[in-house]
């Protein structure tokens, strides 16, 4: 097991590239934000690689870890350890581009939230501040770990619940809500 976090202190960086996507720097955010809160601790995003790291997305770390996102399904993710580090990945599309099927994938942003509700124990109940279910720990340890994750849905959405908002848009994100697979109606 790694232990992450101890008595509030931690050695761990978050370690990102310059050029990943928005879902995956967003996902960083989130990330170092949930773990500061619950632990006390607040792990620096860098863009380099550490020995100690929660190595987010498809970078030449993960790669040189002999993984991989190519044979992944949309959306997915996948959570190991290996060797000291945390390696959470999916396929995740750039911005302003999208997947054969019209939609977008966000697979390490979707690991990063599965990732929270596991090992941290936090809870995203209703969109805003007060929605949140945080646990205050002590110390965080992550057991050796080989986890992957895919949406049985390629279009998970929930309709008429005030989108547009950016609060509810980032609630949605956190329920993992997405769409690979661009479905588009009207009455």
Same mark, same amino acid.
């Given at each position: ?5 101890? #008595? &509030?202190? =931690? ?6 590239? /310059? $050029?990943?996507?928005?879902? %995956? ?69 750039? #911005? &302003?581009? =999208? ?6 994938? /966000? $697979?390490?942003?979707?690991? %990063? ?72 109606? =009207?009455?």
């Amino acid at each position: 097991p790694l232990t992450l976090v101890r #008595e &509030g202190r =931690s050695d761990y960086v978050i370690y990102v590239e /310059a $050029g990943a996507p928005g879902s %995956v720097k967003q996902a960083a955010t989130e990330l170092q934000d949930y773990l500061a809160q619950a632990t006390g601790a607040k792990l620096p995003v860098v863009n380099t690689p550490q020995a100690a790291m929660l190595a987010l997305g498809d970078t030449p770390a993960l790669q040189a870890a002999g993984l991989s996102t190519k044979a992944m399904a949309l959306e997915s993710f996948r959570v190991v350890t290996r060797d000291g580090v945390v390696y959470i990945f999916g396929p995740d599309t750039a #911005e &302003g581009q =999208s997947t054969p099927g019209g939609g977008t994938s /966000a $697979g390490t942003r979707n690991g %990063v939230y599965s990732f929270l509700e596991r090992f941290v124990g936090v809870r995203w109940l209703m969109p805003g501040p007060h929605g949140d279910y945080v646990p205050r720990l002590t110390s965080l340890t992550v057991p050796d770990t080989d986890w992957q994750e895919a949406p049985a849905f390629l279009n998970r959405r929930l309709p008429y619940i005030q989108e547009k908002r950016a609060d509810v848009r980032l609630w949605a994100a956190r329920q993992k809500l997405g769409l690979s697979l661009g479905l588009y109606h =009207s009455h």
